[in-house]
């Protein structure tokens, strides 16, 4: 009927609410305050401090904390150029399919097999490979059949080889990626690859949503195919009707107004078709036919270029997370160490000790030395 009356900045205050947030298990302010009136005392602006004490609290911070995220960044310049199909790509592997090799005496001899997906980092088109293996010889050659269909490459992009890396143990074989002749081999053809910081696969997202495409449609294949028996000309064919799915699929939204029919895909830039042409009146002679058929070329590539700049790139500007800016992380800083395999109580502490920063000052990479937990003071 009348509690003590504590003014909420006086020590006593705080001595107090750290005291009753102990006895409640580090529960929330309702908790806490709860059992603050229950004991007898009044804390003026007791909200306010409560949750200031319960913000700074370590083991909340570890319970309950959030994961650490920054402003989400400005897209890629190769995501936002004017260049040709497939000049700037992401690479990445996924997989495999049990298939049918050969016959022998004693049956059918199984193998395996991997795809590996080159998606356009402007147009978002794909092109699908075949992989017999996840080698140095295998990923060499599907680049030298990429180049050799939809030319050299400036820039390849993927992610830190965790897809080789993840094959190798989800599937318990011997992978002996070679980057440097990989490397190499992509530095005689004028290309760059650049790999993205490790566990950081939403800067993926762009290769990593079409791998989630194709597999719904290849599913869907397999599932109407029937046979078990896949062999690797099935598969091959498979892709290839795969990837003219994929590439027919309209960048935008469907518009409902009849003066604008035609759809803005990436088939129309790479087969540079844009429904059937009809046949010009009259006779015309070989060179006014290459004269017009060159004309159509240039303004299916100027159209959809322009509505690529009005239609889709609008559509990537927008941030739906990630939109505000918080404190960076700084050398000596103390963190938990998010391990999907593990409990968030058995994550282990870890030391900030690098802090990379990106062109606009925000955090791209840590570098992170996990501690032992005798070894860390709390102050």
């Known amino acids: 009927m009348h509690p003590l009356i504590i003014p909420g900045k006086h020590h006593v205050a705080t001595l107090l609410i750290e005291h009753h947030h102990r006895l409640v298990y580090h529960q929330g302010r309702h908790f806490t305050e709860g059992a603050i009136r229950s004991a007898g005392f009044w804390i003026v602006g007791g909200k306010k401090s409560i ?3 319960i913000y700074y609290c370590v083991i909340c911070r570890k319970l309950r904390g959030p994961v650490q995220i920054q402003k989400m960044a400005d897209l890629p310049e190769d995501r936002l150029s004017f260049e040709p199909p497939f000049t700037n790509v992401g690479l990445d592997v996924f997989g495999p399919w049990p298939i049918t090799s050969r ?5 059918l001899a199984h193998s395996k097999r991997w795809a590996a997906i080159f998606t356009c980092m402007t147009t978002r088109a794909i092109h699908i490979e075949v992989l017999e293996s996840l080698d140095t010889s295998a990923l060499i050659n599907a680049l030298r059949r990429f180049f050799a269909i939809r030319g050299p490459a400036k820039i390849i992009r993927s992610d830190h080889g965790s897809n080789f890396v993840g094959a190798r143990k989800e599937l318990d074989i011997n992978s002996n990626l070679n980057t440097r002749a990989v490397t190499q081999h992509l530095a005689d053809q004028g ?4 790999f993205n910081p490790p566990h950081a696969p939403h800067m993926g997202g762009v290769w990593e949503r079409m791998i989630g495409i194709t597999k719904k449609i290849l599913n869907s294949m397999l599932l109407q195919h029937g046979s078990t028996r ?18 027919n699929r309209p960048l935008v939204p469907v518009s409902s107004d009849p003066e604008d029919p035609v759809l803005l895909t990436p088939t129309t830039l790479l087969t540079q078709k844009m ?10 002679n070989l060179k006014d036919s290459a004269r017009r058929q060159w004309r159509h070329v240039q303004h299916l590539a100027q159209t959809f270029w322009h509505r690529w700049k009005k239609q889709y790139l609008p559509l990537l500007q ?7 800016q918080v404190p960076n ?3 000596g800083s103390l963190v938990l160490i998010k391990d999907k395999d593990a409990k968030r109580n058995e994550w ?8 990379i920063p990106s062109k606009d000052g925000l955090v791209r990479q840590v570098e992170v030395k996990a501690c032992k937990k005798d070894s860390i003071k709390f102050s």
């Open 51 to 53: 949750s200031r004490i």
């Open 103 to 107: 016959r022998t005496r004693g049956g």
């Open 191 to 194: 290309c760059t690859w650049l």
């Open 230 to 247: 896949l062999t690797h000309e099935v598969l091959t064919t498979f892709m290839a009707e795969v990837t003219a799915i994929v590439n």
């Open 275 to 284: 429904g059937s042409i009809p046949t010009p009146p009259g006779t015309v």
């Open 318 to 324: 927008t941030r739906s997370k990630w939109t505000s």
């Open 329 to 331: 992380l700084e050398p």
């Open 348 to 355: 282990p502490l870890g030391l900030v000790t690098r802090v």
